[in-house]
């Protein structure tokens, strides 16, 4: 084993990432949409009651930045506004029925893509790696945090 097997893991995972965000650019690129529109459907998806400062907290982008992206995708019949009846100056953020079929599309063209990548690895194996990943996630996102306050 590697004296600096940490350092190594680090290094692998750093360019795993790298080569993910260039696959999201290609497929963007392939399907003529803005960066990152299916990892933001997906979001909105996913959560309930998601705000635009919930997507600028994801992204780590400024509130402006989000307002601009939400306000495209409003535009663009995939998402749509609904105002908090408790505090009339929050919108909740949800996908349209379009929003959803982009979002499939999106999820589907992606599967497409990296089906190749771990259909050597048993199922057992996939289980084992994604749980690894999400405890790395969990204290990557923790030491995050940590210097945030």
């Known amino acids: 084993m590697s004296e600096h097997i940490n350092f190594d893991i680090y290094q692998s995972l750093h360019e795993i990432s790298r080569n993910m965000h260039h ?33 600028a907290t994801y992204f780590s982008i400024k509130s402006s930045s989000v307002t601009v992206k939400v306000n495209k995708l409003v535009e ?12 009339l100056r929050v919108f909740f953020l949800s996908l349209t029925p379009k929003g959803e079929q982009k979002c499939s599309e999106i999820n589907g063209d992606t599967q497409v893509l990296v089906q190749d990548i771990f259909d050597d690895l048993s199922a057992n194996q996939k289980l084992v790696l994604l749980d690894e990943l999400k405890l790395i996630e969990k204290r990557l996102k923790d030491k995050k945090n940590s210097w945030e306050k």
């Open 23 to 55: 696959l999201a650019h290609y497929i963007g690129g392939e399907q003529g949409e803005m960066q990152d529109l299916g990892r933001t459907l997906n979001f909105i998806k996913e959560k309930e009651r998601v705000t635009s400062k919930d997507l």
């Open 76 to 87: 663009q019949g995939y998402v749509e506004k609904t105002r908090d009846t408790k505090d």
